[in-house]
């Protein structure tokens, strides 16, 4: 059975950038399961599984613009540092807005905080080492839901 929309598939699988760092992967954890067909992947990914089957080993290079995105300037601005009630900031440092978008802190000054509101990834490469442990048939509920449900999955 190959990898199309409305098929559940269980991957293994190692990112990594273009220097050869590992930024994530699922060694030594559960597959990663997902419906294809549905968004639940970044585009380059799902365009590279596609007729895939069980026991398959591949890799996928993603570019930014079937990734994460390219980096937005405008997703990127100087804050007062007040802004964060005077608590210490550091560069790297994650927080939520009001709006529930992430920001990841890029420089501190003495009066203004730098942060970015693109996603970690955003701009960069993906270079992805797969390995298809399982495709089977979405059942009508998963379908209906757009998501895995079961081993893997969602639970309702």
């Given amino acids: 059975m190959q990898i199309s929309k409305h098929k559940v598939a269980g991957i293994h699988y190692t990112l990594r950038d273009n220097d ?8 030594g954890r559960d597959p990663l399961y ?20 069980t026991g398959d080993k591949f ?17 990127i601005q100087a804050v007062p540092k007040t ?3 005077g608590q210490p ?3 790297g440092m994650q927080f939520q807005t009001n709006q529930g978008q992430v920001v990841t802190v890029t420089q ?3 009066n203004e905080v730098t942060i970015d509101a693109n996603h970690p990834l955003a701009g960069q490469e993906l ?3 797969v390995e298809v442990i399982e495709v089977r048939d979405a059942t009508q509920e998963e379908v209906m839901h757009k998501h ?3 081993p893997g999955g969602h639970h309702h």
Avoid: C, R, W
């Avoid at 997902?34 to 089957?53: C, D, F």
């Fill in 148 to 150: 895995v449900h079961g």
């Fill in 20 to 27: 050869g760092n590992i930024l994530d992967s699922s060694e």
């Fill in 34 to 53: 997902y419906l294809h067909g549905e968004g639940n992947l970044i585009p380059g990914m799902e365009n590279g599984l596609v007729g895939k089957s």
């Fill in 59 to 75: 890799q996928i290079k993603v570019s930014p613009e079937e990734g994460y995105g390219v980096t937005d300037p405008q997703m």
């Fill in 108 to 110: 501190v000054g003495d």
């Fill in 127 to 129: 270079n992805f080492d």
């Fill in 83 to 85: 802004a964060f009630g």
């Fill in 89 to 91: 900031i550091e560069v």
